[in-house]
């Protein structure tokens, strides 16, 4: 069944660690995007990526980056310049041109101890 | 740039009952898509419904309706007959219908509590 995957569900990063969160999709989508997830604030956009090798930033990038060296692949990493990163992390695709909402991942839950 | 707006931060009805989730937004674009998401405990986002600003009939999808008003810029949700599998967090999302402005502007969400 074709879906995306973020791995790990879960993850605990040490305070100035940086840490990637990752998500892989087999839905031949063109476009890729990370939200950010906080109580009380609905999902924010962190960056996304339409082509493979060119992504933007979103509402929140700071402290983030990404890269897209595969169409499949769109993996987040979470700086130690990013002040407060827990939070829930969701990642989702869409095919360009075509009216439809997002696919989304099941979500990664990170959390700084 | 494109705000969403939901002013309900939570919301309780009745199981079998009709409620309605509101949502407005803010754009100066005249062509764009809306969307209402469902998010349950497991955190998984659900497409519960989409609207094409260009249409003027509400979009329906089974126990789902929403009541688009182009010109208050308002799009809300009805939930008719809830059960049980109602109780969610839901997204208010707007979307540019220009080419390649593919994100979603989500709203904050409204948690939706069904009572037995």
């Known amino acids: 069944d074709g879906g995306i995957t973020q791995s790990p569900k879960y993850l605990f990063r040490k305070e100035g660690q940086n840490v990637t969160l ?38 929140i990038a700071e402290g983030y980056s990404v890269s897209r060296e595969k169409k499949e692949s769109f993996p987040l990493t979470v700086t130690s310049a990013q002040k407060n990163p827990t939070a829930f992390y969701l990642c989702a695709s869409s095919m360009l041109g075509r009216v439809g909402g997002y696919t989304f991942g099941s979500g990664t839950r990170l959390t700084v101890v | 740039a494109q705000t969403v707006t939901q002013s309900q931060p939570e919301m309780s009805v ?97 948690r939706l509590t069904i009572n037995p």
């Not at chain 2, 260009?54 to 089974?62: M, R, S």
């Not at chain 2, 688009?68 to 308002?74: N, R």
Request: aromatic share 14%.
């Open chain 1, 22 to 59: 990752s998500c892989e999709q087999n839905l031949n989508h063109d476009a890729m995007y990370w939200y950010r997830q906080d109580p009380g604030q609905g999902l924010r956009l962190i960056y996304y990526s339409q082509i493979v090798n060119d992504f933007q930033k979103g509402d």
């Open chain 2, 14 to 110: 009745q199981e079998a009952e009709t409620v309605t989730l509101s949502c407005t937004y803010d754009t100066s674009e005249s062509d764009y898509y809306l969307f209402w998401y469902k998010q349950p405990p497991s955190r998984q986002m659900i497409l519960v419904i989409r609207q094409e600003a260009y249409k003027q009939q509400n979009a329906t999808e089974n126990r789902f309706s929403v009541n688009f008003q182009k010109a208050a810029k308002s799009f809300s949700l009805k939930i008719s007959d809830s059960q049980l599998g109602d109780a969610a967090m839901y997204f208010c999302a707007y979307r540019s219908a220009i080419q390649g402005a593919q994100k979603l502007v989500f709203g904050q969400g409204t």
